[in-house]
C-alpha cells in the first residue's frame, strides 16, 4: 500500500493490539487455579475460552467501516470483533470475570457478549448468528435506514444449514449483509480440508447470486479495501456479500487444547507470520514513525490493564440476581 | 354492557388474520413472515387479506428455512420491531429450534437485560385428522420446559384475539400454539365451542392467567386447547348423569402456568383431573399435578392424568382415536376420581 498516513491504519494496527494485549491478558488470569491440574471450572474464569489471537486482521479490516448503529454477530470466538466493534471493554472483561459490572451481569460469560450501544452480540452455537444479522439487516432496510450487519462466522459454519437458508435469504431479500468467513484452518480438531467439499467458500456464493470475495494472505490492508466494497454495495441497497478470509489460530480451539491433531510445525510456522508484527513492519516501512505506532501499542495496553483491574475489582453478582433479566419487562406502545 | 354491540360469532383463524391486521395497523413495527402467510393467507388461514392490505414490505412469504427466517425474526426484534413468525406446525421445531431455544429465549437474558425479544411464534398443534406423528403433535411440556418463552394456547376464538394482542404487545417471545381441531378451517373438522363471540374492541387477554370457565364444587378438570372441550363435555355428563358439578379449568398460558387458578380451585373441590393431549410422560400434566402434591393439598382421590400415551402418534383412525384423549376418556377419568377416595 503506497498511501502511509491513513488514520484507519493506524486504528487498525491499535485495535488489533488491543485484542492480543487483552487475550495475552486473559491467558495467565485463565490458569489461575487450573494448576497443577487443569479444570476448567476453576479459577477466575471458568469454562471454555475460545482465543482470537491470530485473526485480528478479519476484525479490523471489517469493522473499520462499521458505525455504532450497523450490527456485528460474532462467534464463540468473539473477543476480537468485540474489540473492533467497539465494545466496552471494561464490561467486557467483567462478564469474562463473572463480575456483576459485566455486559450482562456475569450471565452470558465469554461466548455470550452483548453490546447494546454498539450492535453487537454472539452466540456459542456454530453459524446460528447469521439468523440474527439477517434480521438487524432486514429491520435497517424496512426503516430506510442504510445501517448494515455483518455476520463473522467460522469455516466450519459454511457447512451448517443455517448458513445455506440465511444466504439463500438474505440474497433474496437483497438484504444489507455481510458474512465474513474468519477461515483457520480448522474446526476445533478437524482440517477444512478433510471436510469441505470445495477449497474455497467464497465460491459458495455464486449458488446464492452474491459477490463471494476470497482474501488471502491475513492482511489488515486486504480485508479492509475487500470489505469496503461490500459494505458500500450494502449500503447502496445492492444486497448482500460473502467474503472469505483466509487467516490462522495461532492458539487450540480452547485454552487448554493439546492440539495433537496439527502437523509438526505447523504452530511455529503460522507464529512467524503473527499478522501483527508483519503489518508494524509494513506500517514502519511505509514511513509511519514508530513512536506513533509505541503510542498505538501503550494506548491499548493501558485500556486492557484498566479493564482487567476494573473486571478484578468488581464484585461477584448477587446470587438473586441469576432470576432476573429471564423476561424484559412490557414497554408502552 | 353496551347492548349496541353486535353478537360476531367467528373461527380461530378469522380471529388470528384480524387481531394481526389490527395490530398492523396501530403498531407500524410489526411485520409476519412464514411458510405459504402471504398469498394463500396462511395454511391455517391465520394471516388472510394480510398480503393484499399491508404489502410485501410487512408480510414476507419465505422459503422453506425456519432456521434461517426464526433466526431473522429474533434480529428484528433485537432491533426494535415485533415480527410475528409462523412455524406451521409445531412437529417441524426440529429444524430450527436453536433459533427458538438457544437465541430468542435467552437474547434478554445472556444480554443483561439490554436486548428484547419482542417475537411471536405461531404454531399449530394436535392431531385427529389422521396426518401422523409427524405432523399431530403438541409439544405442550417441550416449550413449557424451556425458560425464556412464553407459551400460550387459546381454546376459542374470544380468548384468541386477546391472547395474539397480548402476545404481539409482550417483550418478549411468546410461542402461540393454536390447535387444528379449533382453528376453523373448512377441511379440519372444529369443534363448535371454540367458534365464540369476538368483540370488534381491543382487548387483551393476559399472558400467565388461567381461567375458570365452569364453576363447580366436586372435582377440578384442568385442560388446554382443544381438551377445555373435553373438559367441559364431561363436565355436562357428569352433572346430568351423576350430580357431579365439576369445575373446568382453561390453562391457556404454559408458561408462566398460572398454577394459583388451579391450586385454588382443587383446594376447593380435592379432586383432580388433568386433561392434555402431549405426551404423558415427564409432561404438562404430571407438572400441574406435581405442584398439587407440592402445596400440599388434601385429595379425596388419588389425582387423575389423561394424556397422550408415550407412543408416537399413529395414523390409522382405529389406532389414532384410541389413544388420543377425548371427553369419554376424561368423562372416566372423573368418574374414577370422583367414585374413589384416597
Not at chain 1, 459494505?231 to 447502496?236: G, S, V
Not at chain 2, 436486548?115 to 413449557?144: I, N, R
Amino acid at each position: 500500500m503506497s498511501i502511509t498516513n491513513q488514520p484507519h491504519r493506524l486504528w487498525m494496527y491499535e485495535n488489533m493490539v488491543k485484542s492480543r494485549a487483552f487475550e495475552d491478558a486473559i491467558k495467565p488470569a485463565y490458569f489461575e487455579g487450573k494448576t497443577p491440574r487443569f479444570n476448567m471450572a476453576k479459577g477466575p474464569i471458568p469454562g471454555e475460552m475460545h482465543l482470537s489471537d491470530g485473526q485480528e486482521p478479519c476484525a479490523v479490516g471489517v469493522c473499520a467501516h462499521l458505525r455504532a448503529g450497523d450490527t456485528v454477530t460474532a462467534t464463540h470466538r468473539p473477543h476480537h470483533a468485540a474489540i473492533a466493534k467497539g465494545v466496552d471493554l471494561d464490561r467486557m472483561a467483567a462478564e469474562i470475570f463473572g463480575r456483576e459490572t459485566g455486559l450482562s451481569g456475569g450471565r452470558g460469560g465469554h461466548m455470550h457478549l452483548f453490546d447494546a450501544s454498539v450492535n453487537f452480540a454472539c452466540s456459542g452455537i456454530i453459524a446460528q448468528g447469521m439468523g440474527p444479522a439477517l434480521g438487524a439487516a432486514m429491520a435497517a432496510k424496512l426503516r430506510g435506514s442504510d445501517a448494515v450487519a455483518v455476520a463473522y462466522i467460522g469455516e466450519g459454519a459454511a457447512n451448517q444449514g443455517a448458513f445455506h437458508e440465511v444466504m439463500n435469504l438474505a440474497s433474496v431479500w437483497r438484504a444489507p449483509l455481510i458474512v465474513v468467513i474468519e477461515d483457520n484452518g480448522y474446526g476445533v480438531s478437524v482440517s477444512k480440508a478433510s471436510c469441505t467439499a470445495l477449497s474455497r467458500n467464497a465460491d459458495r456464493a455464486a449458488a446464492y447470486a452474491m459477490p463471494g470475495i476470497h482474501v488471502a494472505g491475513n492482511d489488515p490492508d486486504a480485508i479492509y479495501e475487500v470489505a469496503g466494497d461490500a459494505i458500500a454495495r450494502a449500503r447502496r441497497g445492492e444486497g448482500p456479500s460473502l467474503i472469505e478470509i483466509e487467516t490462522s489460530r495461532l492458539e487450540g480451539h480452547f485454552m487448554g487444547d493439546q492440539e495433537g491433531y496439527r502437523p509438526d510445525g505447523e504452530k511455529d510456522r503460522l507464529k512467524a507470520i503473527d499478522p501483527i508484527p508483519r503489518y508494524r513492519e509494513r506500517l514502519l516501512a511505509d514511513g509511519l514513525d514508530a513512536a506513533e505506532l509505541a503510542a498505538c501499542e501503550n494506548r491499548a495496553q493501558q485500556a486492557v490493564d484498566a479493564a482487567f483491574a476494573f473486571a478484578r475489582g468488581s464484585a461477584l453478582p448477587d446470587p438473586a440476581s441469576a432470576f432476573t433479566s429471564v423476561f424484559a419487562e412490557r414497554t408502552p406502545g | 354492557m353496551n347492548t349496541a354491540t353486535a353478537i360476531r360469532k367467528q373461527t380461530i383463524a378469522k380471529t388470528m388474520s384480524e387481531a394481526l391486521a389490527s395490530e398492523m395497523e396501530r403498531d407500524p413495527s410489526v411485520v409476519v413472515l412464514g411458510e405459504d402467510i402471504g398469498k394463500l393467507g396462511g395454511v391455517f388461514g391465520n394471516t388472510g387479506g394480510l398480503l393484499e392490505r399491508f404489502g410485501t414490505d410487512r408480510v414476507f412469504d419465505t422459503p422453506i428455512s425456519e432456521t434461517g427466517f426464526i433466526g431473522a425474526a429474533v434480529g428484528m426484534a433485537g432491533a426494535g420491531m415485533r415480527p410475528v413468525v409462523e412455524l406451521m406446525f409445531v412437529d417441524f421445531f426440529g429444524v430450527c429450534m436453536d433459533a427458538i431455544y438457544n437465541l430468542a429465549a435467552k437474547q434478554a437474558y445472556f444480554s443483561g437485560g439490554q436486548v428484547s425479544c419482542p417475537m411471536v411464534l405461531m404454531t399449530s398443534v394436535g392431531g385427529g385428522y389422521g396426518d401422523a406423528g409427524q405432523h399431530s403433535q403438541c409439544l405442550y411440556a417441550t416449550f413449557g420446559h424451556l425458560p425464556g418463552m412464553k407459551v400460550v394456547i387459546p381454546s376459542n376464538a374470544h380468548d384468541a384475539k386477546g391472547l395474539m394482542l397480548a402476545a404481539i404487545r409482550d417483550a418478549n417471545p411468546v410461542v402461540f400454539m393454536f390447535h387444528k381441531a379449533l382453528q376453523g378451517m373448512g377441511w379440519l373438522g372444529t369443534v363448535a365451542g371454540s367458534i365464540t363471540d369476538v368483540p370488534e374492541s381491543d382487548y387483551e387477554v393476559p399472558i400467565g392467567k388461567a381461567g375458570v370457565v365452569r364453576e363447580g364444587t366436586d372435582i377440578t378438570l384442568v385442560g388446554l386447547g382443544i381438551t377445555v372441550h373435553h373438559c367441559l363435555a364431561a363436565a355436562d355428563a357428569l352433572s346430568r348423569e351423576d350430580g357431579v358439578e365439576a369445575e373446568v379449568i382453561d390453562i391457556r398460558t404454559i408458561a408462566p402456568l398460572d398454577r394459583e387458578t388451579i391450586l385454588a380451585s382443587v383446594r376447593k373441590t380435592g379432586r383432580v383431573a388433568v386433561v392434555d393431549d402431549d405426551y404423558l410422560s415427564c409432561g404438562l400434566a404430571g407438572e400441574v399435578i406435581a405442584s398439587i402434591a407440592e402445596a400440599g393439598i388434601p385429595l379425596a382421590s388419588p389425582p387423575q392424568r389423561v394424556s397422550h400415551p408415550d407412543i408416537p402418534i399413529p395414523f390409522s383412525p382405529a389406532l389414532e382415536h384410541a389413544v388420543l384423549p377425548n371427553a369419554e376418556m376424561t368423562l372416566a377419568a372423573a368418574r374414577q376420581s370422583v367414585g374413589e377416595r384416597s
